[in-house]
């Protein structure tokens, strides 16, 4: 299993493309991550997965909050 970090970019900023964190943890759960730890509330976390990539995390950010990150 591979260890990942990702920083998201523009995520609860000014009140815009508001994401909590629990909501966070729970989509890379539901994606297969595990050992899912954020920091604060920036977006920014580590876990661990075998094939997952940013595309497949961004996919279902838009399709649950209706933004992407960084966008």
Do not use: W
């Amino acid at each position: 299993m591979d260890k990942f970090v990702v920083f998201s970019r523009d995520i609860n900023v000014c009140g815009n493309n508001t994401l909590p964190m629990k909501e966070l943890i729970s989509i890379l759960k539901n994606l297969g991550c595990e050992d899912v730890k954020t920091y604060i509330q920036s977006g920014n976390v580590v876990f661990s997965s075998i094939g997952i990539s940013a595309q497949d995390i961004e996919n279902t950010i838009e399709s649950k909050k209706g933004f992407v990150p960084g966008s």
